[in-house]
């Protein structure tokens, strides 16, 4: 009697898929929550509040489509998981067919071994007999004549039960080589599963801290922008962004800076090329400068552009390029113009006017 040696393997993979997914929806729900107190407690500690508003929504947007990314990422992942669990279970099925394959071989080989015990038993019997016969010469021959016959066919019959045995080893051989291979097989997708779990949680876990750190590094900009600004008046701090005045920066109608203007850029491109060294360098952050105008229309005939669009542009684009010129890495800065489509004053009176024309500059990542 052959043995075989198959060993059933437990599969763990469907809870670890489900153990992942769970750590990945719990990281998203405490991201949300961090983002909710965040920006709970900044709408509610401002003077501006239906101006914070809209400001916060642009965030939470943001922030959205990155909590939308990172599922998509999630979903992704449990897709290879389960993908790769699918293909396992076959691998599993084949081997467990080939398991009775090679039991159902051992069987036969066991009915075999049984008839080739009760063959030997008959043989007994008829020598027995020859014995008892002895004293009979016809008996005694024809009984020899016999068993000589039996003795013949029972060799034939042992032959090809030797035969038949040989050939169900190699059944069997074949069998245990071919659940080698499977289980080998096994192995080399349980190792690739492995990897790509952990470049998906490595992915996703770098994302976040990426994300950590760049909170940790506005919180330290605004802190050192503020200390450098003192009490200046020029230059103010709201929320996550500084505002200068476009009437401190540019000429009425114009894209060109004043000198007052360019001291104000110095004062801050100090702060940022200072601030630049300190940041890590895993990082991708940027300094967005946001043009902003009120709503009275371009004069017609006015030279250089047509609506408040391109001037606002025009002018975030002036104070990108002195930032450029006081040594600012050019990589780091994003001028954008939005006219007057985000005025932070809805009355049409001169100051509600003055305090939408400006100029905003914001520490975020690409």
Not at 158 to 172: F, G, H
Not at 237 to 250: A, T
Not at 298 to 308: D, I, K, M
Not at 349 to 366: P, V
């Amino acid at each position: 009697m052959l043995n075989t040696r198959f060993k059933e393997r437990t599969n763990a993979w469907p809870g670890f898929v489900d153990l992942f997914s769970n750590l990945v929806i719990i990281l998203i729900f405490l991201l949300i929550v961090f983002v909710f107190l965040w920006t709970t407690t900044s709408v509610f500690n401002k003077n501006t509040g239906a101006k914070k508003v809209a400001e916060l929504e642009q965030a939470r947007q943001a922030q959205a489509e990155q909590i939308e990314q990172m599922n998509a990422d999630k979903q992704e992942a449990e897709q290879l998981l389960l993908a790769a669990r699918d293909a396992l279970e076959n691998q599993e099925g084949q081997i467990a067919n080939q398991m009775k394959l090679a039991n159902a071989y051992e069987e036969q080989i066991t009915t075999l071994t049984i008839q080739q015990e009760q063959l030997a038993k008959q043989i007994a019997t008829l020598t027995e007999q020859l014995q008892l016969a002895t004293s009979a010469k016809e008996e005694n021959a024809r009984m020899e004549s016999e068993r000589h016959e039996m003795q013949d066919e029972m060799s034939k019959e042992q032959s090809v039960l030797n035969a038949r045995i040989a050939e169900l080893e190699e059944q069997l051989d074949a069998a245990e080589a071919k659940a080698k291979e499977k289980e080998i097989e096994y192995a080399q997708m349980s190792n690739r599963l492995n990897k790509a779990l952990a470049e998906k949680v490595a992915e996703l876990n770098a994302k976040v801290a990426e994300l950590d750190s760049l909170t940790l590094c506005q919180s330290e900009f605004y802190k050192q922008v503020k200390l450098a600004l003192g009490d200046r008046t020029t230059i103010k701090q709201d929320g996550d962004r500084f505002i200068v005045s476009s009437d401190i920066l540019f000429g009425s109608g114009s894209y060109k800076l004043s000198a007052d203007g360019k001291a104000q850029i110095k004062l801050l491109s100090n702060v940022i090329k200072d601030f630049e060294n300190k940041i890590p360098s895993g990082i991708n952050w940027i300094i967005r400068v946001d043009g902003h105008t009120d709503n009275r229309p371009v004069l017609p005939g006015t030279a250089g552009y047509s609506n408040n669009m391109q001037l606002s542009l025009l002018r975030a684009t002036a104070v990108v390029n002195e930032l450029i010129k006081n040594g600012v890495s050019k990589r780091r800065l994003v001028p954008s113009g939005f006219g007057d489509l985000h005025p932070t004053e809805l009355g049409r009176d001169k100051a509600s006017l003055q305090k939408n024309r400006r100029i905003e500059l914001q520490l975020t990542n690409k």
